[in-house]
């Protein structure tokens, strides 16, 4: 005879909690966290090169950059900023527990800025709030313009889309109306940031959005870590 | 591909509840899975069987309640089963929607064999 044992034990408010933790953490020292999740390929390193190359004082930006394996991105940023390479050894997401690892070993002194660069997949990343302020999907025009609709939970959990390698434009049939309609249609709020690495098109105003966004949300949140009793 | 990490501490929590009541062999668990939390059922269920063997020493079952993704319309107040992953309201057309549900994974219950029915 079986006997029904209740539990109710809700992993999802545990996890939510634990990077709620993480993340009044990073707001009490100053630091905005960027998750930036894409497919492979579709640009994080370049975007991040590009960004500390016209960023005024480049040692206030750091960067966890996860991988499965290699610490290729690592050496190719290291040049420019501060940072640590998460090798997940398989793993296709970056998880709290493996950001906190990381952060603890990264030099902060003076950090304002904490990029985590996700493993390249548009599916797992999604699931998994690692106490980031701001989530960016990078969709690059080499993907297409039909990707929002089709990982709705990637865009949908996104604050802003940055449409990457717009130099491309003239040779591949990309429609960055079309993609900012189909990313609205699952994110109404969705700021939408057309750039290219390559040629720096776009990227002062990917800076300035990280700007305005530092300061509005690190606002808010020290008001509401505040306000608790 | 994050269903066995979940898995596992599915079976960690079991474990711990079973030492927390002193219940005997756990052949069942009850879980409620949002459809929109990312986690594939069928891969979560078969990650559940393997690793019971390996961490109860008895194969265990996981029986799972999906929880579909609701919406409620900033607007008009509609609550609403979302369907396609289309996030507008069915009444108003209105796009301001909060998700309500669908981000579910609880542990609900475990099923346990009667004390009084062991040898």
Known sequence: ?229 | MHEYSIARSILESVVSVQHQEQLGSIPQVDVELGEFSGVEPVQLQAAYAALSLEILGYPSEMQIQIVRLRGRCGRCQDEFVIENFQFHCPACSSNDVQIVSGDELRILAVSTLSQESEP
Not at chain 1, 113 to 120: A, D, M
Not at chain 1, 181 to 196: F, Y
């Open chain 1, 1 to 229: 005879m079986n006997t029904v044992v209740p539990v109710n034990r809700d992993l999802q408010a545990e996890r939510r909690a634990a990077a709620a933790v993480f993340r009044s953490e990073l707001t009490r020292r100053g630091i905005f966290c960027v998750n930036l999740i894409s497919s492979p390929g579709a640009g994080k390193t370049s975007l991040l090169q590009a960004t500390a190359r016209v960023w005024p004082e480049p040692e206030k930006l750091a960067v966890l950059v996860g991988d499965i394996a290699t610490d290729r991105d690592a050496e190719r940023l290291a040049p420019f900023l501060s940072v640590r390479q998460l090798t997940t050894g398989g793993a296709c997401h970056l998880d709290l527990k493996l950001v906190e690892r990381g952060f603890a070993a990264l030099n902060l002194d003076g950090v304002e800025y904490l990029f985590v660069e996700n493993i390249g997949n548009l599916v797992c990343p999604a699931s998994h709030d690692l106490g980031e302020h701001l989530r960016v999907v990078v969709l690059s025009v080499t993907e297409g313009d039909d990707k929002p609709g089709k990982y709705p939970k990637a865009f949908r959990t996104s604050q802003a889309c940055v449409i990457s390698k717009i130099d491309l434009l003239p040779y591949v049939p990309f429609d960055i109306q079309a993609a900012a309609a189909d990313a609205r249609s699952v994110q109404p709020e969705m700021t939408m940031l057309p750039l290219s690495a390559t040629t720096g098109g776009g990227i002062a105003e990917w800076c300035d959005y990280l700007r305005r966004q530092r300061a509005t949300v690190l606002t808010e949140q020290i008001l509401d870590i505040s306000q608790q009793p």
